[in-house]
C-alpha cells in the first residue's frame, strides 16, 4: 500500500460514513428524482413512455439530481478545513480527486440502483432494458463524476458555490448526456432493447471519461495550493 | 511594450480585410445552388474557425501559466478566449442569417457544426460568471486557466459527440481533396480566413496593449497617491 492508496481509502472512507450517518444528498437526491418523474407525467401527458422520449425523461432527471449530489461535494472539505489538512499531509493531492471522484460515482450508482426501478415501474413495459442499461449508466457515472469533481472544488471556493457548479457542469455534459441519451433510446424502445449503435456510444461514453479523468488528473494539483 | 507592432498589424489587417471583401464580391462565383447568400459562407466559416483556433490558443496559454506561475500568460489565456467569444456571437448570428436564407428557418438543429459550435459557445460564456465568482485575484487566475483547459479539451469531443448524433449526413464543403471548392472560391476562402486571423490576432494585442496601459495608469496613480479612476474590473486579469 503506498501512502496515496491509504489518503484514498480513508478519504473515500470517510465520505461515504459522513453520508451514512447525516444523509445529507441521497435522500434528497432520490426524492428529487422520484418528483420529477411525477412531473414528467403530467408534464408530457403521458402514463407509458418509450424510445427517446423515456431516455430524454431518464436522463434530464439523473443529471439534475446528480447536481444535487455534486454540489454538495466539498462543503463539508471547505467547512471544516479538510482542505487545509490535505495540504498538510505528505500526500499526493490526487488522491483527494480520486477519493471524492470514488465518493460521487457510489453515491449515483446507489441513486440509480433505487430511481431507474422506480422509473421503470412508472413509465416502462418491461424490464429487460435495465441490465444493457447498466453499462451505460456506469460509464456515464464515471464521466459525471470525473467533471463534476473538477467543477464543485472549484465552486466551492467561490461566492456564488450552488449557481456556479451547475452553470459550469452543465454545458461540460452535453456530449456525455448526447452519448448516454444516444446508447439508452434503442435500450428503451417499446418492442424490446435494441442495440443499433450501442457500441459507438459506449465508446463516446469511455473517451469522454478517459479526457476528463486525466484532465482532472493532470490539473487537480493545481486547485490545492494556496 | 504590448503596442510594439501594432501599427504595422493593424495596417496589414485592414489590408487583408479589404483584400478579402473585394474578392467575395468581385472575383468570387454566385454558387450555382444558392446564389449570392452563400458569399456569407466567407464570413462565417473563417470566423468560425479562427474563434475555435482561438480557443484552443487560450487553453495552451492557461498550460503555460499553470506550469510557470507567470500571471502574464493568464493574461494571455483571458484575452485570447475573450476575443474568441466576441468572435463566436458573430459566428451565431452570421450562421442564423444563412440558415434563414438558405433553409428557410432561423435555427436549424440538423446541422451538426452550428449546433456544436452552440454547445461550445454556451460553455465559453460561463467563463465571465465563473471568474467574476472568485475573489482572490491568484486563486482566479489559477481556476481560470483549468476552466481554459478543460474547455479546450472539450472542444473536439464535443464536436465528435454531436456528429455522431446526426442521422442525416450532410455534404461536407471540404469532404473531399480534389472535389470540394473550385480554385477561385478557395482562394477567396484562403484569403478571407488569413484577414479574419490577422483580425483576431491585432484585436488580441490592442486588448493586452490597453489593459497594460491602464495598469501602468493605476500603478501611477498609486505611486502620486491619487485616487484610483474609475472601477477596477473583477473579471479581467491585471496585466503589468
Known amino acids: ?226 | 511594450m504590448y503596442g510594439k507592432g501594432l501599427k504595422p498589424l493593424s495596417i496589414a489587417t485592414v489590408v487583408a480585410l479589404a483584400a478579402g471583401l473585394s474578392l467575395v464580391f468581385f472575383y468570387a462565383p454566385n454558387d450555382a445552388d444558392q446564389g449570392f447568400i452563400q458569399k456569407i459562407f466567407y464570413l462565417h466559416v473563417p470566423l468560425a474557425m479562427v474563434s475555435l483556433v482561438g480557443f484552443i490558443v487560450g487553453g495552451i496559454f492557461a498550460i503555460l501559466h499553470l506550469r510557470s506561475e507567470d500571471s502574464r500568460w493568464d493574461a494571455y489565456s483571458y484575452v485570447s478566449i475573450h476575443i474568441s467569444v466576441i468572435f463566436g456571437v458573430a459566428v451565431l448570428i452570421t450562421g442564423s442569417i444563412w440558415a434563414k436564407a438558405s433553409w428557410g428557418h432561423w435555427w436549424v438543429w440538423d446541422e451538426p457544426t452550428l449546433v456544436s459550435y452552440l454547445i461550445v459557445f454556451l460553455l465559453y460564456a460561463t467563463y465571465y460568471p465563473f471568474r467574476y465568482a472568485i475573489e482572490d485575484r491568484q486563486r482566479q487566475a489559477r481556476y481560470a486557466s483549468v476552466f481554459a483547459i478543460t474547455a479546450g479539451a472539450f472542444v473536439p469531443l464535443n464536436f465528435l459527440a454531436v456528429r455522431l448524433a446526426e442521422s442525416l449526413v450532410h455534404p461536407r464543403v471540404f469532404a473531399t481533396t480534389g472535389g470540394g471548392l473550385p480554385g477561385s472560391m478557395m482562394l477567396t476562402f484562403l484569403v478571407s480566413l488569413t484577414a479574419m486571423a490577422l483580425l483576431w490576432v491585432t484585436l488580441v494585442k490592442l486588448e493586452l496593449t490597453a489593459k497594460s496601459a491602464s495598469g501602468q495608469v493605476k500603478r501611477l496613480r498609486r505611486a502620486l497617491d491619487a485616487p484610483p479612476a474609475g472601477p477596477r474590473s473583477r473579471v479581467a486579469p491585471e496585466v503589468s
Open chain 1, 1 to 226: 500500500m503506498t501512502p496515496t492508496s491509504i489518503a484514498f481509502r480513508a478519504i473515500l472512507e470517510k465520505d461515504l460514513r459522513t453520508e451514512l450517518r447525516t444523509l445529507q444528498s441521497l435522500p434528497a437526491m432520490a426524492l428529487f428524482a422520484v418528483t420529477t418523474f411525477v412531473i414528467f407525467r403530467f408534464g408530457l401527458d403521458r402514463t407509458q413512455l418509450s424510445g427517446s422520449l423515456a431516455s430524454g425523461v431518464l436522463w434530464a432527471t439523473l443529471l439534475f439530481a446528480a447536481l444535487l449530489g455534486v454540489n454538495r461535494l466539498f462543503v463539508a472539505e471547505r467547512q471544516e478545513g479538510g482542505f487545509d489538512a490535505i495540504r498538510l499531509a505528505p500526500i499526493d493531492r490526487t488522491a483527494l480527486f480520486a477519493a471524492k471522484a470514488a465518493a460521487l460515482i457510489v453515491y449515483l450508482a446507489i441513486l440509480e440502483a433505487i430511481v431507474v426501478p422506480v422509473f421503470a415501474i412508472f413509465f416502462l413495459d418491461s424490464a429487460a432494458a435495465i441490465p444493457p442499461l447498466a453499462a451505460v449508466l456506469l460509464l456515464t457515472d464515471v464521466g459525471l463524476a470525473a467533471t463534476g469533481t473538477l467543477i464543485a472544488s472549484m465552486a466551492v471556493h467561490s461566492r456564488a458555490r450552488d449557481l456556479l457548479g451547475p452553470l459550469v457542469l452543465l454545458p461540460l455534459v452535453v456530449p456525455l448526456m448526447i452519448a448516454a441519451t444516444g446508447a439508452s433510446r434503442h435500450l428503451l424502445e417499446a418492442g424490446g432493447p435494441a442495440y443499433e449503435r450501442f457500441g459507438t456510444w459506449l465508446a463516446v461514453l469511455g473517451l469522454y471519461d478517459l479526457i476528463f479523468l486525466l484532465v482532472g488528473y493532470a490539473v487537480f494539483d493545481f486547485l490545492l495550493e494556496d
